[in-house]
């Protein structure tokens, strides 16, 4: 039984990602499937793979769907020209259930004037010339999607998936999103707060050998002792002299840098293992389950309770095999 109808926009220079990804999200969750492009036939993507499309906006009823969703793509900076493409788009958004977009689909989208005044987002790369360009938008620069009433925007290429499941949880629950999720082997789902970076992208990468090493030392062993002073020993520099260098090179203060990484550990304790939050804080130097509760919320933007819930993935133990256990043995 189909979930609803689910349209996604292409054009020539499309990204790959941003239609295959939610396409298979979506199909695996039941959903009726269309595929629009300005013309029917061979819809090349910016990476030269060719979608064919029997659909075009010359002959497709723009109303009849229930979810659109723009993908984006090198492409789309000529595409939001197309003023063919656009009036379709426009027409199917007033009247569609939902819109999404995935990637740069939001400058496409920005054409219909359907997300003036509202929160969106879209790769990182191009955030500060949506903004530019489209000045009525509120451009978040940092979420990998973010929902505004029926309208949702997403990140690059994976992050689609991301909102896809979020859309399908909406629909059918977060246990028919798990599903989905589990079948695809893909994480469950990251929330929309979170950055679109992890450390290694939102940060700059130390140049120099000395802070290379301090870098290596967090990534390595997030729950060791970190303080400036133990960073400062490790990379023989006097603490205020690594304190301003660290800094510089790579764009952060060491303590705050330290905290993200062991967040992010922690993230994935929380989705991948069945432990306690407070083993978790001890584990990763939070000292509590106080302290990490307090960093993850302002971070992540809900509490680690609250995202094991969602994105936790551990089974509990199959009794039988932990009878049949060696004593002592680890498994």
């Not at 990804?21 to 009726?32: D, H, K, R, S, T």
């Not at 009433?149 to 999103?177: C, K, N, Q, Y």
Request: charged share 25%; with cysteine.
């Amino acid at each position: 039984m189909s979930s609803g109808t689910v349209t996604l926009v292409i054009f020539e220079g499309y990204e790959t990602l941003d239609l295959a990804g939610p396409f298979e999200v979506f199909g695996e969750a039941g959903y009726e499937l269309r595929v629009v492009a300005p013309q029917a036939g061979v819809i090349r993507s910016s990476k030269g793979l060719s979608t064919h499309t029997e659909l075009s906006v010359r002959t497709t009823d723009p109303h009849a769907t229930d979810t659109v969703v723009v993908t984006g793509g090198d492409g789309v900076f000529a595409a939001r020209h197309d003023r063919t493409l656009v009036e379709w788009v426009t027409a199917a958004a007033s009247s569609a259930r939902r819109v999404a977009s995935v990637c740069s689909g939001a400058f496409l989208l920005a054409e219909t004037g359907l997300l003036d005044g509202r929160r969106v987002t879209t790769h990182w790369r191009v955030a500060d010339q949506l903004a530019r360009e489209y000045t009525a938008l509120l451009v978040d620069r940092d979420p990998i999607f973010v929902r505004d009433g029926r309208f949702w925007t997403s990140a690059g290429v994976t992050a689609g998936m991301d909102m896809a499941l979020a859309l399908i949880e909406a629909d059918l629950g977060p246990r028919r999103a798990l599903d989905v999720a589990r079948e695809l082997n893909l994480f469950l789902r990251r929330p929309g707060s979170q950055s679109q970076f992890s450390v290694p992208l939102w940060s700059t990468q130390p140049t120099s050998d000395v802070l290379r090493r301090v870098v290596d030392a967090i990534h390595t062993d997030p729950g060791a002792p970190l303080g400036i002073s133990d960073l400062a020993s490790l990379a023989s520099l006097s603490p205020r002299h690594l304190q301003r260098r660290f800094t510089h090179e790579i764009g952060l203060p060491p303590a705050t840098y330290v905290e993200r990484v062991r967040i992010e550990a922690a993230q994935r304790d929380l989705s991948e293992r069945d432990d306690p939050v407070e083993t978790i804080a001890h584990r990763y130097g939070f000292g509590t389950a106080e302290t990490l509760r307090r960093a993850f919320h302002r971070i992540v933007g809900i509490a680690p309770s609250d995202y094991r819930a969602r994105f936790g993935t551990a089974q509990p133990e199959d009794e039988s095999a932990a009878r049949s256990r060696p004593l002592g043995g680890a498994g």
